[in-house]
């Protein structure tokens, strides 16, 4: 087992920074929110659903962020400590609520979203509330985009990635983009390109890849654009078709298991908990293709049970559920060199 900078008591730990959110989902599938019956609540949030899906998968983790002190925020940091996650980098804000998504699950499964942040707690995270201690005990430092939308929180989260790789973390990189929160396109694409030399792991969708080159295409020489000399590891995740992989050395794709899709909502934060769980404990995977290719069949696995069920975090997998799923069905897909 390989640890840089992680606690000594077992794996590495991973420190996931950003917003989390009450999702609100309609009862019924392929309906607009005006149309819907009625909604369920459920905890939301791309960064503490990949650090659920990392301690459900047995690995150790922590959220860092900020929330309402209101009955939903107290709610959600429950939830984290229910799922084995530690809260000790969450703090609450007696002036702003916890923020609300209302999310349309379309007939195939898809989502759209309205939001009500203005602003939410989680925007007025200062560096001052920052648990700095924690963030450098991180192995590996998880962030995405919408932390850079307005300050004071993109302050305290450029502060926090400097200070996780400062202490030696892995910085992991998952824009998660989320247009209508950016007041355009193109301040989304300017403000998520602005960090994006800094990391160590970038994970993009096969949407936000071609939002971000401005070409309707996943092959490899546009995804190359994104590619830069200090990044160990790049992701294109494809949905159902599984994913693709670039190193400095190596490039390949890794198909994804055929599953009835009901709700791909914490798809890819399964599959990013997954990876950054495997990564946590052999850091020679990105050097080594045939460790790779392994662990991406297992992330792979991981988003694929996700959207079984509806809902992000009750269906996000135990290993031993992705292993089932491994040893049903295994796919196949050989390797390119560079």
């Known amino acids: ?97 916890t923020a609300l998504a209302f999310v349309t699950l379309r007939a195939d499964g898809e989502r759209e979203f309205m939001f009500y942040r203005n602003p939410s707690a989680d925007m007025l995270l200062t560096e001052a509330e920052l648990n700095l201690d924690l963030i450098r005990r991180a192995a590996i430092f998880h962030y995405g985009s919408i932390s850079l939308i307005t300050e004071p929180c993109r302050s305290a989260h450029l502060k926090a990635m400097g200070a996780a790789k400062e202490a030696g ?49 996943v092959e490899d020489e546009v995804a190359m654009r994104l590619w830069r000399p200090s990044l160990k590891l790049l992701l294109v995740t494809l949905g159902e078709k599984g994913c693709k992989y670039y190193t400095k050395d190596f490039h390949g794709s890794v198909e994804s298991y055929a599953v009835k899709q009901v709700d791909t909502t914490g798809a ?4 990013v908990g997954a990876l950054l769980g495997k990564i946590v404990e052999d850091q020679s995977a990105l050097q080594d293709e045939k460790k790779l290719r392994e662990l991406l069949r297992f992330a792979n696995a991981c988003g694929a049970i996700t959207t079984t069920k509806k809902g992000a975090i009750p269906s996000l997998p135990t290993a031993a559920e992705a292993m089932q799923l491994m040893g049903e069905r295994k796919p196949k897909q050989t390797p390119s060199e560079i």
């Open 1 to 97: 087992m390989v640890i840089v900078n992680g606690d000594s008591a077992g794996a590495g730990l991973i420190v996931s920074f950003g917003e989390m959110l009450i999702d609100f989902v309609p009862t019924v599938s392929g309906v607009s929110l005006a149309e819907a019956p009625g909604f369920l609540k459920a905890p939301g949030g791309a960064r503490p659903t990949c650090a659920i899906a990392v301690a459900r998968l047995g690995g150790r983790c922590a959220f860092l962020g900020k929330l309402g002190d209101d009955e939903f925020g107290r709610m959600l940091a429950a939830i984290l400590k229910e799922n084995g996650v530690d809260d000790a980098g969450v703090s609450f804000d007696a002036r702003a609520r």
């Open 169 to 217: 973390a892995l910085l992991s990189y998952d824009p998660n983009l989320r247009l209508p929160l950016w007041p355009s396109a193109a301040e989304a694409r300017e403000q998520i390109l602005s960090i994006w030399d800094q990391a160590d792991i970038i994970k993009v969708s096969d949407v936000e890849l071609e939002f971000l080159t401005g070409t309707e295409s």
């Open 268 to 271: 890819g934060d399964a599959f």
